[in-house]
């Protein structure tokens, strides 16, 4: 219930700073998945109707390294799978949507960059904590 009333309460401050977050300027990114994001919208757009979207799940855009997560989420050394693209497989959003999103839903990994593009170099937590 807490989600639901949370989602639907700031369904508009959330969808202004999704619609947004990847056409201004940053020098940090955090990439979601695009399924994932697509399951959000359904929950908040049909309310009570819908079910919830679970943790944030970036599995269909790279895989996990054996060394795992590393602080604050970030596993640097994951490997980006093939054939993704912008805007269809993925999308950036700023370190403040990303937190909100994570706030609520949890999940992960956080797939961190300096521009929004899954196969440039990974930020470190340490990178971009502030």
């Known amino acids: 219930m807490y989600i639901l009333l949370y989602s639907a309460l700031l369904y508009p401050i959330k969808v202004d700073l999704l619609y947004g977050a990847d056409t201004v300027y ?8 695009e399924s994932w994001l ?8 049909h309310g009570s109707t819908s079910e919830p979207p679970g943790p944030i799940d970036n599995s269909d855009l790279v895989t996990v390294s054996a060394a795992g997560i590393a602080r604050g989420g970030v596993d640097i050394n994951a490997v980006p799978r093939e054939g993704r693209l912008r805007l269809h497989h993925y999308r950036g959003v700023s370190p403040a949507v990303y937190k909100l999103f994570h706030g609520i839903y949890g999940g992960g990994p956080a797939i961190v960059r300096a521009s929004i593009d899954l196969y440039g170099p990974p930020l470190s937590f340490d990178s971009f904590r502030h």
């Open 38 to 45: 697509q399951l959000w919208r359904d929950f908040v757009s």
């Open 26 to 33: 940053s020098d940090v990114w955090f990439l979601m998945s």
